[in-house]
C-alpha cells in the first residue's frame, strides 16, 4: 500500500467511525507508529484535513463543527503509475473504436473520465496537461483489426495477406490468433502460423487483407503462449534465448541506471561510473537498433553474433558519408546553383 492509499484509508476509517484507535489504524494499514505519524501530520497539515486527537475516547476523529466540516481530502491524485494506468486507457479506447468493443466505447470513456475525476481533478483539465506522445505509430485499418479481434474472441482460424518489410514481398498465410500485444505504440498479433507450424508475431499494420476461415483456431496452451511472448527482448519472440551484455559510458549510465529494458535484466556498476547490462533476447533486430541509438556511449561484450550485427550496421551507415564532407558538399552545390 503506497502513501496515497494509506491517505484514502485514514480518511474513510475517520469518515467511518466516530473515533478511531491507534493500534486499529496500525493494523489495517499495516505500517509503524512512526510512519502512521508522519502521514497524520501531512494530511493536516499539507492537506487540511480537520483531523483531532481524542484523548477521552484514545483516539482520532475528524473534528465536529461548522467550522471543521468533514469532507472528502482535497487535492489528491493517483501516483504516477495510476495516472499513466488511466490515461492509456483512455488512448487505447481511442485507438481500438470501432474494432474490439465496438459500441461499448463510449460508456467506458464517461466511466474512465468519472474515474480520473474521482481525484478532485475534471477530467478536461487533466487531459489538456498531462499528455501521453506516442511516437512513430502505425496505424492499423479498423476493418482489419475487427476482424482479427472477433477471431481471437471466438476462437477462430483468419487468411491473411502479410507484408515482409524485410523481404518486401507480401505472402499468404492461414493462423490461429492467440493474443494481441500493444508495444511501444504499436500493434501486433501473436498466432499459430499453420504454413510454418510454428508460433509468429505479426505487426498488424502490415496485414494487408484478411478473413475468417470456416475453421476452428488451433489452441495453444497459456504456458508456451508466455514462453514465446515476452522471454526475450522487445516484440521478436523465440524460443531459444541468449544473453547479451553492454557496458555502458559513465556519462550514459545516468539514465541506462534508471531504466527497465526487460524484467530479468541484470545491472552492475563499473568502478568507472559506467554500468554494464545483462539482459536476455531472442532476436537481433530490435535489440541491435536500440544499441545503435546509444552511439559512441555502448559497447557490445557480448555475444559476438550481437557485436557483428551491430558493427555492420555502423560500417554501413558510415558509407552515407563517405567522400566529401557535409560542408564540402555543401560549398559545390552552392558553388553550381551560382554558375546557373
Wanted: net charge positive; proline share 5%; glycine share 6%.
Amino acid at each position: 500500500m503506497d502513501r496515497t492509499e494509506r491517505f484514502y484509508k485514514i480518511d474513510n476509517l475517520l469518515h467511518a467511525n466516530p473515533v478511531v484507535p491507534v493500534g486499529r489504524f496500525l493494523r489495517e494499514l499495516e505500517i509503524s507508529l512512526a510512519t502512521f505519524k508522519r502521514d497524520i501530520e501531512y494530511m493536516r497539515d499539507r492537506l487540511n484535513a480537520p483531523i483531532e486527537w481524542s484523548r477521552a475516547d484514545g483516539g482520532y476523529r475528524y473534528a465536529k463543527g461548522a467550522a471543521a466540516p468533514q469532507q472528502s481530502l482535497p487535492g489528491l491524485w493517483f501516483n504516477s503509475g495510476e495516472a499513466y494506468a488511466l490515461l492509456m486507457m483512455q488512448s487505447l479506447l481511442s485507438e481500438m473504436q470501432p474494432g474490439l468493443l465496438g459500441p461499448h466505447i463510449a460508456p467506458l470513456k464517461a466511466r474512465l473520465r468519472a474515474v480520473i475525476e474521482a481525484g478532485n481533478h475534471a477530467a478536461t483539465d487533466v487531459e489538456s496537461r498531462v499528455k501521453l506522445l506516442t511516437v512513430a505509430a502505425r496505424p492499423v485499418p479498423d476493418q482489419n483489426f475487427e476482424v482479427v479481434a472477433a477471431a481471437l474472441l471466438g476462437r477462430q482460424r483468419l487468411h491473411i495477406h502479410y507484408y515482409n518489410r524485410s523481404r518486401d514481398d507480401v505472402t499468404e498465410r492461414e493462423v490461429s490468433p492467440q493474443q494481441l500485444i500493444h508495444y511501444r505504440g504499436n500493434w501486433y498479433l501473436a498466432a499459430w502460423c499453420h504454413k510454418q507450424d510454428a508460433l509468429r508475431s505479426f505487426s498488424m499494420d502490415a496485414i494487408q487483407q484478411v478473413q475468417v476461415v470456416g475453421k476452428l483456431g488451433k489452441v495453444i496452451s497459456k504456458k508456451d503462449l508466455a514462453e514465446f511472448v515476452g522471454q526475450g527482448y522487445g516484440i521478436f519472440a523465440g524460443q531459444t534465448i541468449a544473453w547479451a551484455q553492454l557496458l555502458f559510458s559513465a556519462e550514459r549510465a545516468r539514465w541506462i541506471g534508471r531504466e527497465l529494458w526487460h524484467p530479468q535484466q541484470k545491472v552492475t556498476l563499473q568502478p568507472d561510473g559506467g554500468l554494464l547490462l545483462e539482459l536476455p533476447y531472442a532476436d537481433l533486430r530490435e535489440l541491435t537498433m536500440d544499441v545503435l541509438r546509444h552511439g559512441r556511449h555502448v559497447q557490445v561484450v557480448a555475444p559476438p553474433a550481437l557485436a557483428d550485427a551491430v558493427r555492420a550496421e555502423l560500417e554501413n551507415a558510415l558509407q552515407n558519408y563517405a567522400g566529401k564532407t557535409s560542408l564540402e558538399k555543401n560549398k559545390s552545390i552552392k558553388a553550381r546553383k551560382h554558375r546557373q
